[in-house]
T-cell receptor, first 113, second 117 residues
């Protein structure tokens, strides 16, 4: 019940295309869902985050869509660029307690020039 | 703002030695820091949650005596890998949460790659 399932494992997109990464969770106590971008050999960097009271959040080319009833959320990268090639992780946490994250398994995105 | 640093970025050591990794919040005081371990092409695995002035809370399966965590100040947490062995070789990453605001957000350090020979 503590798992966050992420798909696909890898994704290849043409430059200018839309990259879509999906995550699903079981524990309804999760109430904070961030997405992180990680380049090889670097630490993860926060991209965007959402709470369950919002169905969509957009920041620049990055959009999170959230479906509370389905317990799913997704990251959309619009106008994907070669510089977006990285590994993306979704995560979930609960407000009560220590705010520790449960991470998804990651998606390796490659954007072709 | 919300910058987290780690030192060293790379460390190579002989089997049986101990290695200390530092995690610092540079522009904020972090009451809570987290330590993760990441194997190649895998996700981040939480090892422990570190609170300033108190004992760290370790995740199930993480050896407390093997991975010593000290959160001595609001800007510094250290992870010491004691009697390191080749299987401890990994990428260790710390994070810190920003108090007083959106405490759920964790800011990650750049990571420390440990290679045990």
């Amino acid at each position: 019940q503590q798992q966050v399932k992420q798909s696909p494992q890898s994704l290849i997109v043409q430059k200018g295309g839309i990259s879509i990464i999906n995550c699903a969770y079981e524990n309804t106590a999760f109430d904070y869902f961030p997405w992180y971008q990680q380049f090889p050999g670097k630490g993860p960097a926060l991209l965007i985050a959402i709470r369950p009271d919002v169905s969509e959040k957009k920041e620049g080319r990055f959009t999170i869509s959230f479906n509370k009833s389905a317990k799913q959320f997704s990251l959309h990268i619009m106008d994907s660029q070669p510089g977006d090639s990285a590994t993306y992780f979704c995560a979930a946490s609960m407000a009560s307690g220590t705010y520790k994250y449960i991470f998804g398994t990651g998606t390796r995105l490659k954007v072709l020039a | 703002g919300a910058v987290v640093s780690q030192h060293p970025s790379w460390v190579i050591c002989k089997s049986g030695t101990s290695v200390k990794i530092e995690c610092r919040s540079l522009d904020f005081q972090a009451t809570t820091m987290f330590w993760y371990r990441q194997f190649p092409k895998q996700s981040l695995m939480l090892m422990a949650t570190s609170n300033e002035g108190s004992k760290a809370t370790y995740e199930q399966g993480v050896e407390k005596d093997k991975f010593l965590i000290n959160h001595a100040s609001l800007t510094l947490s250290t992870l010491t890998v004691t009697s390191a062995h080749p299987e401890d070789s990994s990428f260790y990453i710390c994070s810190a949460s920003l108090p007083g605001g959106n405490e759920e957000t964790q800011y990650f350090g750049p990571g420390t790659r440990l290679l045990v020979l």
